[in-house]
């Protein structure tokens, strides 16, 4: 059972430091403190639990410490700066852990990217020694990366030939698309197994600079003050005062300094076929493979404004209910393969849901509500990219409304009773047009109404809720069953869903769901992810005579060489 939660107190893997507006995040791998057995962590190469680390790291910057400026990524080993992912930890692991690991270690990527786009942060990537496959490709996640010119260190991505596989999390997408490189230098460096060092790293584009031993910490701490002082004058010419806490921010009740607000542990309650948090609870199906996700909306007497949410911290409920979906979602991912389907429901009252949301939209220029709704775009991305099928059922008492809508039309179906004599509602607010956008730059509306976009703007500004009726002919659900075909009609959709083939299933959902435009995101975590999933399947890659099979003994791999 793997735990998705985790404190600096705890880290073992890494280092957080936070002078100022600047911070310093560095990895400090320690060999034997490993998830599973048969591996030792060397040269700073993770598995899950290193990222699971700097996954925590990244979204404590940005609630704990909004007066960080720049984040300062390097290594405590000398001449090391990362090994990337443990080949013997992927080569012992299983399929749908090695995906599910994979999965992981983009959406940490994004998230830094993401903050990097959002949150007026600067990632700088200082490589004191040879980042290579997944430590380069977390580098080019940085905004800047800065090389040491030591003769030795190098980038390189070594997957292609010497462990017949793909850089796993984003490293021929961002070479390209981000940094630019050129396309016969990309192919080029991906096939070089040392890498390129210095200049021709530098030339290449494949860094931003690269600085002598003598003088490599001085130049990276110049660069960061330079950094310092242009993202604090573009918050000074914003002219929003409170778009980002300000360095004279008076500490608040409940909160930290510079009014960063603490996340505390997640706290739940389980049992073999149960997990329960205070607003979301897991009931595990395990014999019919599918398990019911229960969203549970807010009570009626929340704050309205920013400094009575901010001393509520992290138990306001978009935060809270959020973070557990959240940690709920890695659960069945990880924890849980066999279950196929995720019936998602809701409880609460509409209204109070609704009047969460209008307070989140009135207030989203305040840096604490900006990073509430970024972190729940992000959950919803996460659920988005889900190998698991998801139905929604709207019953009585659900509360399907504005950022909750979301969970409705994320799933890949709807289901919505149709019952005169009872009150079946569901609505859209400010947030389904823009604030929640999925991989792909659209929100969840605009991907469904592609062939018919007026229809988005005719959902947000509908006057009220939408009974079943209303709902189904506007196409926000897929079928409405009346009450004497209900149970039965949910019953056999179940039992059609689990009874198919998860391996299609996956595929065909990766491709429904991401309807539109192509982002980086989507090139990610679509096109590579569905690539290195296949390969990760072949006998080149991991059958007997395979590379990942092979690597590190003495014996080398043999390939078929029929191209496929």
């Not at 992912?85 to 994979?102: D, E, P, Q, R, W």
């Not at 096109?527 to 003495?554: C, D, E, H, S």
Request: charge should be negative.
């Amino acid at each position: 059972m793997i735990n998705f939660q985790t404190s600096p107190d705890q880290y073992k893997h890494w280092k957080l430091e936070i002078d100022g507006p600047v911070a310093r995040l560095s990895m400090d791998v320690q060999e034997d403190h490993t998830l599973a057995g048969g591996y030792k962590l060397k040269l700073n190469s993770y598995d899950l639990g290193v990222d699971i680390e700097l996954a925590d790291a990244v979204q404590r910057l940005r609630f704990e410490h909004p007066e960080v400026r720049a984040v300062v990524v390097t290594s405590l080993k000398p001449r090391i700066f990362c090994a990337g992912a443990n080949i013997y930890m992927l080569g012992t692991s299983s399929h749908a852990f090695k995906v599910n690991f994979c999965k992981f270690t983009n959406e940490t990527r994004c998230a830094i990217e993401d903050d990097s786009r959002h949150s007026g942060r600067r990632y700088i990537a200082a490589l004191n020694g040879t980042a290579s496959g997944g430590g380069y490709e977390l580098a080019i996640a940085c905004d800047e990366i800065y090389l040491v010119d030591d003769g030795n260190s190098a980038v390189s991505l070594p997957e292609v030939p010497l462990l017949g596989v793909l850089p796993g999390t984003g490293g021929l997408t961002r070479l390209v698309d981000k940094r630019k490189v050129r396309r016969d230098r990309a192919d080029v460096f991906s096939t070089l197994a040392e890498g390129l060092k210095g200049k021709r790293a530098k030339d290449w584009g494949l860094i931003n600079d690269t600085f002598p031993t003598s003088r490599f910490h001085e130049e990276v701490d110049a660069r960061v003050a330079q950094v310092v002082k242009g993202v604090q004058q573009a918050a000074s010419l914003a002219s929003v005062s409170k778009t980002q806490p300000s360095d004279d921010d008076t500490q608040q009740a409940g909160s930290l300094p510079y009014g960063g607000i603490s996340l505390k542990p997640l706290e739940f309650e389980s049992t073999d076929d149960t997990r329960t948090y205070k607003y979301v609870s897991l009931k595990l199906h395990r014999d019919k493979r599918y398990a019911d996700l229960t969203v549970t909306g807010p009570g009626s007497d929340l704050p309205t404004t920013p400094d009575e949410i901010q001393r509520l911290g992290d138990a306001y409920w978009p935060l809270r209910a959020f973070r557990e979906l959240d940690n709920a979602l890695l659960h069945l991912r990880v924890n849980e393969p066999e279950i196929g389907l995720v019936c998602v429901r809701t409880e609460g009252d509409i209204d109070s849901v609704l009047a969460v949301d209008q307070t989140l939209s009135a207030n989203r220029e305040h840096w604490l509500i900006r990073e509430i709704i970024l972190n729940m775009a992000r959950v919803l991305r996460r659920l988005d990219l889900t190998a698991k099928s998801f139905f929604a059922i709207i019953e009585p008492g659900s509360c399907f409304a504005g950022s909750l809508l979301e969970l409705l039309l994320a799933s890949d179906r709807g289901y919505m009773l149709s019952d005169p004599d009872q009150t079946i509602e569901i609505a859209a607010t400010e947030l389904n047009s823009g604030a929640l956008p999925m991989s792909n730059g659209l929100t969840r509306l605009q991907s469904r109404f592609l062939a018919e976009p007026e229809k988005v703007d005719e959902v947000v500004a509908h006057q009220g809720a939408f009974d079943t009726e209303a709902a189904e002919e506007a196409g926000l659900v897929t079928f409405a069953p009346d009450g004497l075909d209900w149970e039965d009609e949910i019953r056999l959709a179940i039992e059609e869903r689990t009874s198919l083939s998860p391996d299609a299933l996956t595929g065909m959902e990766a491709s429904l769901r991401f309807a539109g435009p192509e982002t980086m995101d989507t090139k990610i975590f679509g096109r590579l992810t569905a690539w290195q999933n296949w390969i990760f399947q072949r006998p080149n890659a991991v059958g007997p005579q395979g590379a990942l099979t092979n690597y590190g003994k003495p014996t080398q791999a043999q390939f078929d060489y029929k191209r496929t």
